[in-house]
């Protein structure tokens, strides 16, 4: 997960605290899969505000916009869950002593807002392989769609004169025709990008993978991450104890473990503890351990 990495598209990081890794995520081999409107987005937390228009002179007056507004917004929120991780970014050269500030865990914001202040882990994920679980087990009843977040501010005022601008409008006409039902259906088909897969450029740092999956259900849903897991990092300051307990729990399932420590002004690799290298003293890790302590 370290060495001779060029795609960014190979690995998937959640970072997370130490506790949630141990008592939950690792415990059971499960992700449970968020509510969309309990992030820490404003846009994904608040009710949306939609405009109602018509492009056949539809009667507006007979409809309450906020009661319109508040309809859709909860059909669109309340029914979607999702899971989110961090990716790599471009460029990554193989070399990982260069890659390191592109990888996906390494982005220090991210070890003190979701890694419990850098004592909690970061497990990483192949993706392919995630992916295929997460459809395998959920597909066959829910819609599932997978995408990397696209990051632009908009202004708050629309163009209503742009097809792709209309995230935000009802279509009055379309309403009309098809019935709140399949209403719903055709907004999210339409706008899906736009309402799930975009946020504003400050959070661009994040470099997020989402999963969505809109399902009717009204319990928890949760997914077997199954062999997809493939390595675990920790952060700077993760207590000894939970460091022995996350490796405990995955020795022997092929995970690889690895730890950063802040040097200065730039994080690097805890290739100097023993219990991350001792065993491959001879591989492309204890060569570039040696030259790096040299």
């Not at 066959?140 to 209309?166: E, G, M, T």
């Not at 952060?235 to 939970?242: H, I, L, R, S």
């Not at 994080?267 to 065993?279: A, I, S």
Request: with cysteine.
């Amino acid at each position: 997960m370290i060495e001779s990495i060029k795609s960014v598209d190979k690995y998937l990081y959640h970072y997370t605290k130490c506790e949630t890794a141990i008592d939950f995520i690792l415990k059971n081999k499960t992700f449970r899969l968020n509510n969309y409107n309990k992030t820490n987005d404003p846009k994904e937390v608040k009710d949306w505000q939609f405009n109602i228009g018509s492009n056949e002179g539809a009667d507006l007056s007979k409809y309450c916009m906020n009661e319109l507004s508040a309809w859709l917004t909860k059909e669109l929120k309340e029914k979607t869950r999702l899971l989110c991780f961090s990716q790599d970014t471009d460029p990554l050269s193989g070399n990982h002593m260069i890659d390191i500030f592109n990888r996906g865990f390494c982005k220090p914001r991210m070890w003190a807002q979701y890694g419990d202040n850098h004592k909690g882990v970061c497990l990483v994920f192949d993706r392919n392989k995630l992916t295929h679980q997460i459809n395998d087990q959920l597909a066959h009843k829910h819609l599932v769609l997978a995408s990397q977040v696209k990051y632009r501010n908009r202004n708050v005022i629309p163009n209503l004169f742009a097809s792709d601008d209309q995230q935000y409008s009802i279509d009055i006409d379309h309403l009309q025709k098809h019935g709140k039902e399949q209403y719903v259906a055709h907004h999210l088909s339409t706008h899906v990008e736009r309402l799930f897969f975009e946020k504003m450029n400050d959070w661009s740092g994040e470099s997020e993978w989402r999963y969505i999956v809109f399902s009717d259900s009204e319990t928890d849903l949760y997914v077997n991450y199954g062999n997809s897991l493939v390595g675990v990092m920790f952060g700077n300051d993760t207590e000894e104890d939970d460091i022995i307990s996350v490796m405990n729990m995955t020795n022997r399932t092929g995970v690889r473990h690895m730890g950063l420590k802040w040097k200065n002004c730039s994080p690097w690799y805890d290739y100097e503890n023993l219990r991350y290298t001792g065993g491959i003293r001879n591989s492309a890790w204890g060569k570039h351990l040696r030259w790096h302590n040299k």
